[in-house]
């Protein structure tokens, strides 16, 4: 416990005095002679105007204070005091100020650190690409991270105590609803669902987890919400909000309304010395607490905890041993909808001695360390120099550089001039405090690769930013396996041809107006087909369209496309040509190939063809004018005996 110095000021002799400890606070010795002016005066500049008025209010009207204020020791040390102070009345008027005083300091310090930590995790959470709720008994919302509230595209204190259909203004699907009452009965769900957001359909995927009490009833439930088209992103940051809450170094326990431990997580466990899967059920938390915290529980903790549902301060508990520490101490009372408490948490954490507080920050820092060292991401932390300052393994691999050699470096020296080029804008932007998220290509890489990267600003305080972090995930499997399924809608199945998205896809690539009237386009229909199928089967019939499909790519050039564009119609586009003789010519090839008989397993088969030929369009008719003229052409060979062509 802080010792507390005592002090005394009397109005009519204008003397001050100050016990041993108040002394020892200011740094001065026994000899030293306080007055009202040298007293005010070891206050820091900005605060010595708020303790002037204070004592200026206790002499005028007798007005008691309790501050705490940045005060120089006569050392010249700055540190921090909580000052108590009242007046004395004798026949009314003020005759005598007292008071305390105490060095708080350290307390303040440890405060700090907490909300430090505090806003770490809270960063931390708001980083990660997924959405994070909690929802009590009522649907409205009880927690959610930013990726939740940007989901309804509102502040999280304007989401904090509202439902869905309050947020989106609109009644929940059926189905959604049906999930939401099996989770409130106690069943887990998940499942996906299509999320329309700024005109762009996204599938997203949900799980739905309830919240079970001691007594088995479900308070609420846990929501997330992953777009399946980030999913290994969202994945891994799961995993590492996991892994901070499992490794924190702050010691958590949970208990029921009697005081029976019902969790302990594995800082706890090791600061006591339980096994892992050790069964804690059968301890009550007061065994673990010294008797002068006990104390603290029945006169100021639970009364505290059962008005505002929180109290916060400090204490001492007994680790493994019967070691006695201290620490800064958070216990919260958990509420179901009606406001009843249901259970009771600790958050504990070490404030010992300052090396003890080295190590543990060294502890925290190796578990961090342990955690971006497991994470498939490429993980990077770059300074406001725009130097490196740490990257995790996966970084490493991917760069094919050991750390040794890019710890400390800028990132024009490490990436290059013109990777450095490419990237920069990027980085400006980040360090003026955007958060980011793009793909980037890296075709020189052998083999190609393909990455998404997160780029978050790193804020030292309001305002400021102290450099970012990169987290990266190579999408390149993802990336070829998109091509490959491009690819296959783009094809017919049977013949390997383009089919007529493929088809369109190749002349939208053209530029019309430059390269529109040097295209010409065959629609070419077999003739005599049918007769195949009904005679010889669909199998016989599957080869033959296979094999004429041969024959039209060995007639025209690679530039050129072939395609089926259904049953036994094909089509042929032939680019840059430059007089009508040259497309009729390969229309006359092509009927010749359809005419002459297919040898199918023993059989002879016969058909034929007919072809409709369109010479030129523009970037105003387009692709769509070309087919059509195609066709009437086609119609007109068919209508003129079949086996010819049309157009020209």
């Known amino acids: 416990m802080a010792r507390v110095g005592g002090w005394e000021f009397d109005v009519r002799s204008g003397s001050i005095s100050w016990s041993s400890e108040t002394r020892r606070i200011h740094e001065v010795g026994p000899d030293y002679l306080p007055t ?65 005083f105490q060095d708080v300091t ?5 405060a700090q650190q907490l909300a430090d930590s505090e806003r770490f995790v809270r960063l931390v959470t708001d980083g990660l690409p997924i959405r994070i709720g909690y929802v009590d008994r009522e649907l409205r919302f009880r927690f959610a991270n930013q990726a939740a509230c940007q989901r309804f595209g509102l502040g999280r204190e304007d989401v904090i105590g509202r439902t869905r259909e309050d947020l989106l203004g609109e009644p929940t699907p059926p189905e959604v609803a049906q999930r939401v009452q099996q989770v409130l009965a106690g069943t887990a769900q998940r499942y996906e669902s299509d999320e329309v957001r700024h005109g762009v359909l996204h599938r997203i ?3 739905l987890v309830p919240d079970i009490s001691d007594d088995g009833t479900v308070r609420g439930f846990f929501s997330t919400g992953i777009d399946i088209t980030q999913r290994a992103a969202a994945e891994r940051g799961l995993r590492v909000l996991t892994a901070i809450l499992e490794n924190t170094s702050d010691f958590v326990v949970q208990t029921d309304l009697r005081g029976q431990v019902t969790y302990m997580n594995p800082a706890a466990r090791r600061a006591l010395g339980f096994a892992p899967d050790e069964d804690v059920a059968g301890h009550v938390f007061t065994e673990f607490n010294t008797p002068e915290t006990n104390a603290l529980y029945a006169q100021a903790i639970l009364p505290a905890v059962r008005t505002h549902s929180m109290w916060v301060g400090e204490t001492t508990v007994y680790a493994a041993h019967r070691r006695v520490v201290p620490v800064s101490h958070m216990v919260i009372a958990h509420r179901d909808g009606e406001g009843r408490i249901q259970h009771f948490s600790a958050i504990m954490r070490d404030i010992s001695e300052a090396a003890q507080a080295r190590a543990a920050l060294l502890k925290q820092t190796a578990t961090l360390r342990s955690i971006t060292e497991a994470l498939p991401s490429l993980v990077a932390v770059v300074g406001p120099d725009e130097r490196y300052q740490f990257v995790n393994s996966a970084f490493e691999r991917w760069h094919r550089v050991p750390r040794e050699q890019i710890v400390g470096r800028s990132m024009e020296e490490f990436l ?15 360090l003026g405090g955007e958060t980011l998220t793009f793909d980037k290509d890296f075709p020189q890489r052998v083999p190609a690769g393909h990455v998404t990267i997160h780029l978050i600003p790193l804020w030292s305080e309001p305002g400021a930013v102290d450099g970012f972090v990169s987290m990266a995930q190579d999408v390149t499997s993802y990336r070829q396996e998109a091509g490959r399924l491009l690819a296959l809608a783009q094809h017919d199945p049977l013949t390997g041809l383009l089919n007529r998205a493929g088809l369109q896809a190749y002349v939208g690539q053209k530029d019309l107006a430059v390269e529109g009237p040097l295209l010409a386009l065959l629609y070419i229909d077999l003739d005599h087909f049918k007769p195949v199928n009904d005679q010889h089967g669909h199998p016989v019939g599957d080869q033959l369209l296979q094999a004429f499909g041969q024959r039209l790519l060995a007639l025209v050039r690679p530039t050129d496309a072939v395609a089926r564009l259904g049953g036994d119609e094909f089509a042929v586009v032939l680019a840059g040509v430059r007089a009508p003789a040259h497309a009729e010519a390969v229309a006359g090839k092509i009927l010749e190939a359809a005419h002459t008989p297919f040898e199918m397993g023993g059989l002879r088969l016969s058909v034929g063809a007919s072809a409709g030929l369109a010479l ?5 008719k387009g692709w769509a004018d070309l087919m059509a003229r195609a066709d009437d052409q086609l119609y007109l060979a068919k209508r003129s005996g079949r086996g010819q062509f049309k157009g020209g």
């Open 616 to 620: 030129g369009t523009d970037a105003a």
């Open 36 to 100: 009202l002016e040298n007293a005010l005066g070891f206050y820091a500049p900005e605060a010595r105007d708020a303790m002037t008025a204070v004592v200026r209010s206790a002499l005028d009207a007798g007005q008691a204070w309790d501050l705490e204020l940045p005060l120089v020791t006569a050392n010249g040390r700055r540190i921090w005091v909580r000052a108590v102070g009242e007046a004395e009345y004798e026949s009314g008027v003020v005759v005598r100020l007292f008071g305390a």
């Open 205 to 207: 995927e949900s799980q």
């Open 106 to 110: 350290e307390r303040r310090r440890m």
């Open 416 to 430: 290059g001039a013109a990777e450095y080029a490419r990237s920069k804008p990027m980085v400006q932007k980040v």
